[in-house]
């Protein structure tokens, strides 16, 4: 089965409002990624975090490896962060190789 | 300036045709990867190398051949290839190999006909 649940599937916010996306784990996980990828189809970087919480400008993730999940909030969102989320995971043992969610499709309207 | 540089950036080749992805990053990073996003899956991880040798494949097929000719390149050579292969592939790289954060390029993105 899939080693990265990631939810929801699609989100729809208005600007300035917020929600959080949510990625659980069947597996344990050493650290985590988080990307957005954007209407070019680039990945860009986010977060990484090995555990604990991590915090840039609007956006804010948490990773807690026992508890097997990672969440990633946005707030006050704007219209450039429409999207798609990703969470990755490496796990342990996995020698590097990051299992990827079926990711977040964001939309946010004015 | 791009750190990570894939060439080209859009591919089409015929069925049975063989193809080269080229990958070079800037980040003197020593671990680079393969990553493959279809249509029907997620992104999925394909190789892993580090200091120029092969140390992961997570590929089902030798039709898919990395070839590392430099420590900061990482080309993908696919061979007879299929309409399946359609998808964008992205080469990422990591200081180090495990633990630490990889950064992707731009990604090639292939279709077969």
């Known amino acids: 089965g899939d080693q990265v649940e990631q939810s929801p599937s699609a989100l729809s916010l208005h600007e300035g409002t917020g929600s959080a996306l949510r990625c659980n784990f069947t597996?344990?996980?050493?650290?985590v990624q988080w990307f957005q990828q954007n209407s070019r189809g680039s990945l860009i970087n986010l977060f990484y975090l090995a555990s604990g919480t991590k915090e840039n400008g609007r956006l804010k993730s948490t990773f807690n490896s026992k508890e097997s999940y990672s969440t990633l909030h946005i707030r006050d969102a704007q219209l450039e962060d429409s999207g798609t989320y990703f969470c990755?995971?490496?796990?342990?043992?996995?020698?590097?190789?990051?299992?990827f969610g079926k990711g977040t499709k964001l939309s946010v309207k004015s | 300036d791009p750190k990570i540089i894939q060439k080209p950036k859009y591919l089409v080749a015929v069925t049975g045709s063989e193809k080269i992805l080229i990958c070079e990053q800037y980040l003197g990073h020593n671990a680079m990867y393969w990553y493959r996003q279809s249509a029907k899956k997620p992104l999925e991880f394909m190789f892993s190398?580090?200091?120029?040798?092969?140390?992961d494949n997570q590929t089902a097929s030798s039709r898919f051949q990395p070839q590392s000719s430099k420590k900061n390149h990482l080309d993908l050579q696919i061979t007879a290839l299929k309409p399946d292969d359609s998808a964008t592939y992205f080469c990422?790289?990591?200081?180090?190999?495990?633990?630490?954060?990889?950064?992707f390029g731009p990604g090639t993105r292939l279709t077969v006909l």
């Open positions: 990422a790289s990591s200081h180090r190999r495990g633990a630490d954060e990889q950064y």
């Open positions: 597996t344990t996980m050493r650290a």
């Open positions: 990755a995971a490496e796990a342990v043992g996995s020698n590097a190789k990051l299992t």
């Open positions: 190398y580090s200091y120029q040798k092969l140390m």
